[in-house]
């Protein structure tokens, strides 16, 4: 005799995902105010800031509103007047990155490309750019060999290893800079006005090159005041206003 299933629920298996979300940058009421001969000039007031891993942040404004003070001080370059800054939970200062060691890892997570990135290109020649950082990091000059060759054909810019960064175009200094910043295999990439100064055919090429690192489940913050960034898959896009803060 066969069993009745009539009228019986029928049993739905249901999947719950639950994304948990992993914060590698947290900033409580950052204030940074430069002082010179007596007189104060804000960068950044109460900016309150969460970057999940895996984001992909724009921060936009207008000139002058602290967008590159910003991205200095998540770079531990600077410090804040006021406030307190965590990267992966731990509270950075003067203090934490006293420590070689932990400092030594922490700049190896965070790459950061300057607005004008000939201020950080110092090498005799590309190669040497691109090889600096890993070498500082004592790998094995076979494995610093294999990772410069890599990139150099990634960037596609082989035929430039052995000139000086200072004889190069603003969009090939940019590559170089990039290359010597991946050469570190950072998880955090931050970039300042990332298509200033490129022609049309660099301009898509960073685009892609976007798209691309944030697919790799890294972390990325690009400052900006190009609308055609917009077009690309953020997580969020952060505005500054005249005042040095975050609009909500």
Sequence with gaps: ????????????????????????????????????????????????????????????????????????????????????????????????????????????????????PDVQLFNATVYDEIAFAPRQMNLDEDIIHQRVNELLIYLNIQHLQNRPSYHLSGGEQKKVALAAILALNPDILMIDEPLNGLDNKTRQWFKDFLIDFIKANKTILISTHEQELLSLPHSRIIKFNDEHTILN
């Design 1 to 116: 005799m066969m069993k009745d299933t009539t009228g019986k629920r029928e049993r739905q298996i249901i999947i719950i995902t639950i994304l948990i979300l992993t914060t590698v940058i947290k900033l409580v009421d950052i204030n940074k105010i430069y002082r010179t001969n007596e007189i104060e000039t804000v960068a950044l007031e109460d900016v309150n800031l969460t970057v999940n891993k895996g984001e992909f942040l724009s921060i936009m404004g207008p000139s002058g509103c602290g967008k590159s003070t910003l991205f200095k001080l998540l770079n531990g370059l600077i410090f804040p007047t006021k406030g307190e800054y965590y990267f992966d939970n731990k509270k950075i200062d003067k203090n934490t990155l006293q420590d070689n060691i932990f400092a030594k890892n922490f700049h190896k997570r965070i790459g950061y490309i300057f607005q004008n």
